[in-house]
């Protein structure tokens, strides 16, 4: 199975921000991921998938970049309703695989 | 609007069977591939299996956690998709979302809880 690590396990950061999340396979997975973003309580919500596409009515601020094993999901502004729980997955090959999660937390 | 609402979670024994369902609206289900993704109490998300579209045969792939108990399945003249969980452990304890595989996975329905404890 493709093993996917995310660091940070957990940052703190300020309104205004910007963040930066790294994902990494442990094999190539061409540009065969998406990023999520989960709140408490609530259903994760796709932000961005193919690596570096923005899903529909998405806000620009977040944006995805890489290809093969390492990849990144970047916040230019964080805001109030950004704080949340973020995962990458990989579906280039069976069993799809995630992340552990980012949690993004209030300084 | 594109939509995708799961029912039929609840509690079961170990050992048991439960039958989810997860109703699509606002799209034609046997254009898209499906999947089920499940996230334990606190934990985080796991993906369970995905079905292919119409075009590709409606095969379909699992996670060795539940290869051999969970089958998934599709009725298109309902516009449903299935999932039949069987000889659930505790370990399958989850909520169970429903996901349209399109983009990534672009559309989650708002998951129902299985709970499978004595």
């Known amino acids: 199975d493709i093993q996917m690590t995310q660091s940070p396990s957990s940052l703190s950061a300020s309104v205004g921000d910007r963040v930066t999340i790294t994902c990494r396979a442990s094999q190539g997975i061409r540009n065969s991921l998406t990023w999520f973003q989960q709140k408490p309580g609530k259903v994760p919500k796709s932000v961005i998938y193919d690596a570096s596409s923005l899903q529909s009515g998405v806000p620009s601020k977040f944006s995805g970049s890489g290809s093969g094993t390492d990849f990144t999901l970047t916040i230019s502004s964080l805001q109030p309703e950004d704080f949340a729980t973020y995962y990458c997955?990989?579906?280039?090959?069976?069993?799809?695989?995630f992340g552990g999660g980012t949690k993004v937390e209030i300084k | 609007e594109v939509q995708l609402v799961e029912s039929g979670g609840g509690l079961v024994q170990p050992g048991g069977s439960l039958r989810l369902s997860c109703a699509a609206s606002g799209f034609t289900l046997s254009d898209h591939y499906m999947d089920w993704v499940r996230q334990a109490p606190g934990k985080g998300l796991e993906w369970v299996g995905r079905?292919?579209?119409?075009?590709?045969?409606?095969?379909?792939e699992y996670a060795a956690s539940v290869k051999g108990r969970f089958s998934i399945s599709r009725d298109d003249s309902k516009n449903s998709l299935y999932l039949q969980m069987n000889s659930l452990k505790s370990e399958d304890t989850a909520v169970y979302y429903c996901?349209?595989?399109?983009?990534?996975?672009?559309?989650w329905g708002q998951g129902t809880m299985v709970t499978v404890s004595s």
């Open positions: 079905t292919r579209n119409k075009a590709h045969s409606y095969t379909t």
């Open positions: 996901v349209r595989g399109h983009n990534g996975f672009d559309i």
């Open positions: 997955q990989q579906y280039d090959r069976h069993p799809f695989t």
